[in-house]
């Protein structure tokens, strides 16, 4: 299994370019399934997860190119991807595959749409928290689904004559259900308002792509999404739009190891909330024509205190990237998780690196240390992994991070990207 090998203590100067956000990929590659013409996607990033998203959607009958190779655009790879699925030959997402990406949990929402009918394996995904599927559960039979669950597999069938548009009240914001929900309403019969829906800037791209295939949407980026079913979507062309959680990962990193960074391809109002706790810590960070450009001090970090939350809060995949910054400021900061119940695993191996943190329930108390160490540490779910990484850039010493398959899922070309900006990262293969 590969391993990545930082050795710490060089500050960061130079570009880094971002890649297209997984959380928004994920979803516009699953709308592919609501229509027979070819939807094209470009900035799709190369990462894991969207690999495995394309072998599942493969099996659904989606016919996926890839524009002659990898294109090369301003200084990264950004893929321009075709997909096309005339009809959909198999309405089941097995447990094989499913368990694997919870994400690819959510073609329930296109398969029952234009075949009424799906058979989608209970997921699995980062081991964060114990992630149920009420909520979509619920959704979809508010749509009039009749929806069983048997031997690990919910069974979902749409009434004759297709989903029915109807009012829905999130009882509590949920990304995933939100994507799944308004996929679902486009080609229902009616008009369909969710309510308490995610405003997350991947659900916005979402309805941006749908609206461009066809779809009636209004609302999306709000907690009232108002969707006026049709009865069929058309091809579309749509860019992905930048990755936020990258951005915010990049940025912590200069703060954390210090130096002057610009970050290409991105946009500062996508993380509002993580850019001002970010500034609170100390580092500098002007908003650029086409990206973000960041000055860090390294031996000069606040302590700040964080609450995760659902947008536009703080994120909860910033959260240990956060805490890996607070492990060196000067002062005890809080780290509040409210989205996942066990998304504290990086806690024990920060303190390998000399990290001082207490837990209690859904609360991290970090006491800043003056210097962190390198270490052998273990990546234990994707976000926590990158913690890793840019904690061992400001450790002295070496750190390896085993188990980067996690990291892989979510971090196009990591090495790279921070190599070329002064730090010693590389992977070694076995
Ligand atoms: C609101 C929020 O911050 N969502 C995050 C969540 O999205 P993701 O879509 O994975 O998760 P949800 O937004 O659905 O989950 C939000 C909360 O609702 C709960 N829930 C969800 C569905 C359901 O049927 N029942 C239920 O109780 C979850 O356990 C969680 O506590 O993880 C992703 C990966 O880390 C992040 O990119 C998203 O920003
Ligand atoms: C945990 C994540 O992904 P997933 O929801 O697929 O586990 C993530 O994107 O941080």
Known sequence: MDQIRVVGGNPLKGVIPISGAKNAALPLIIASLLTS?????????????????MRILGNHGVDISVN??????????????????????DTTASYDLVRKMRASFWVIGPLLAREGIARVSLPGGCAIGTRPVDLFIDGLKALGAEIEIEQGYVEAKAPKGGLIGRHYVFPKVS????????MAATLANGTTVLEN??????????????????AKIEGAGTPTITIDGVTSLSGARHTVLPDRIETGTYAMAVAMAGGEVTLENTDAALLSSAIEA???????????????????????????????????????????????LMTRAKGTSRIVETIFENRFMHVQELARLGADISLSGQTATIRGVKELHGAPVMATDLRASVSLVIAGLA????????????????????????????????????
């Open 197 to 214: 829906a995610a405003r997350e800037p991947e659900v916005v791209d979402l309805a941006n792509c749908l609206k461009a295939m066809g």
């Open 175 to 182: 990304v995933g259900a939100t994507h799944t929900l308004m």
């Open 68 to 89: 002659g190779r990898r294109e090369r655009q301003q200084d990264g790879y950004a893929r321009t991807i075709h997909f096309n699925c005339p009809t959909i030959t």
């Open 395 to 430: 450790a002295k010493g070496e750190t390896t991070v085993s188990r980067v398959y996690h990291l892989d899922r979510g971090f196009e070309r990591l090495e790279e990207k921070l190599t070329r900006c002064g730090a010693v990262v590389e992977r070694i293969s076995d």
């Open 278 to 324: 970010i500034r609170a810590a100390g580092a500098e960070i002007t908003p650029t024509e086409t990206g973000i450009h960041i000055v860090g001090h390294g031996d000069d970090i606040r302590p700040v205190d964080i609450t995760t939350e659902p947008y536009p809060g703080f994120p909860t995949d910033l959260q240990a990237q956060f805490m890996g």
């Open 37 to 53: 013409d070819t939807l094209t996607l470009e900035n799709v990033p190369h990462l894991a997860d969207v690999e495995l998203l």
